[in-house]
């Protein structure tokens, strides 16, 4: 067996970027980018009015009162110059007309007829105009390669008219769940029979990635069909997540199957609970996380293993689960040789370890936003700091 860090570090030494494809923006959302991005425009594109108000011509006296010509709104694209003494209407986001001083927001000023008195306060040049160039100039480097395509960034570029950008392949993912006593809950259950899980909670959990498993599927206990349906999946897939049948029971076929198809070992078994027999391999550039089948183990494993291996595929940097070290509200005592996992609870700045610890149950884990990170031989008081590694959830999960 090897420690979890290692485990990691070997796994993620031999996890490459893929290759990059040219995508619409629409359809990049949760990507990373493969190449810098250059504006193709100044941003704003015009002078544009900040404010609702008045777009005003200074006086040469230093007059505060003003006469309006004209109104313009947000796309107009007439061309208005004014003179000495005169403004305009504006609202936000208009083409601010030539030779335009300032704009004078609507608060600040009276209108009767058509002239405008306007607060001396408010005579600012530039006040209120966003130049033309002022945020970004054309040509100038905008995004870098590495960016995460969040909604921001996909607005940022579309508000420069960038259509298409060169982004990290999307990962092909297939997940393989295996037992005889697996049904959907859409079937009665027969004595022995269990409801399977694995299969949309590791669903959900790429998702949580942007990425959608392109197989989906279970296979019985059966040597040749396990073999024949790894083998397909393989063809087909950069990543394949294969849940139950990884230990060294009568009925476990998985290892054996990946072993005729020629998969080689990065490891087998990592001194952690839970997840302890948890195998990673390749064949050529594709990777194989065969997990344990009790479903608290296969989330732990994912979030350890499968989801950096993953992350580090779509071209992040960052991949490991956020860390942090914080007190504990109980202590904690490991006399094992394993370093354990254990669901945990964070919330104003300490750490709450959970009940109902078995690799089998969800149910803490459902309740949990963070796995506690327990070494081998190792105790811990109240109050100790403890390694804790954050899960993906709502930032409002972690409480104040």
């Known amino acids: 067996m090897i420690d979890p860090k290692t485990a990691q570090k070997i796994l993620l030494d031999a996890t490459q970027v893929l290759g990059w494809e040219y995508w619409k923006i629409s359809s990049s959302l949760g990507s990373v980018l493969a190449d810098d991005v250059y504006a193709p425009v100044d941003l704003p594109m015009f002078d544009m009015s900040a404010m609702d108000g008045y777009a005003v011509c200074f006086n040469s006296d230093g007059s505060t009162t003003f006469s309006c010509i004209d109104s313009v709104q947000a796309g107009d694209t007439r061309l208005i110059e004014l003179l000495p003494g005169q403004c305009v209407r504006i609202f936000t986001g208009a083409w601010v007309p030539a030779s335009s001083d300032a704009v004078v927001i609507q608060e600040k000023a009276v209108q009767n007829g058509q002239l405008v008195v306007v607060e001396a ?21 905008v995004l870098e390669a590495g960016q995460f395509m969040h909604p921001a960034a996909l607005g940022f570029l579309a508000g420069m008219g960038v259509r298409f950008v060169n982004i990290y392949d999307p990962v092909r993912v297939a997940i393989l769940t295996t037992g005889n006593e697996l049904q959907t809950s859409e079937h009665d259950l ?5 409801y399977e899980s694995n299969r949309i909670l590791l669903e959900a959990a790429i998702h949580e990635l942007n990425i959608s498993a392109s197989y989906a599927i279970s296979v019985a206990d059966d040597a040749a069909e396990t073999r024949r349906v790894i083998a397909d999946l393989l063809e087909k897939v950069d990543v394949l997540i294969i849940t139950g049948g990884i230990s060294v029971g009568e009925y476990d076929f998985v290892g054996p199957a990946l072993a005729e198809l020629g998969v080689k070992t990065l490891f087998y078994k990592v001194a952690q609970k839970p997840g302890k027999p948890l195998f990673v391999g ?19 494993c ?13 071209g992040h940097e960052k991949v490991l689960l956020p860390v942090q070290f914080l007190p504990l509200l109980q202590p904690v005592e490991n006399q094992a040789n394993r370093a354990l996992f254990l669901k945990a609870k964070v919330a104003d700045g300490q750490v709450q370890i ?47």
């Open 354 to 400: 959970l009940d109902k610890q078995g690799s089998d149950m969800l149910h803490s884990f459902a309740m949990a936003n963070a796995l506690a990170f327990i070494p081998a031989e190792t105790s811990y008081a109240v109050g100790d700091l403890t390694e804790v590694h954050l899960l993906p959830l709502s930032t409002m999960s972690y409480g104040s």
């Open 190 to 194: 027969e004595p022995g029979e269990i």
């Open 282 to 300: 390749k064949l050529n550039h594709k990777t194989v996380f065969a997990l344990p089948g009790n479903p608290a183990a296969v989330l732990t």
């Open 302 to 314: 994912f979030y350890e293993y499968v989801r950096p291996c993953l992350l580090k595929m779509k």
């Open 121 to 141: 306060s408010e005579l600012k040049k530039g006040n209120h105009i966003r130049y033309q160039g002022s945020q970004i100039r054309e040509g100038e480097r």
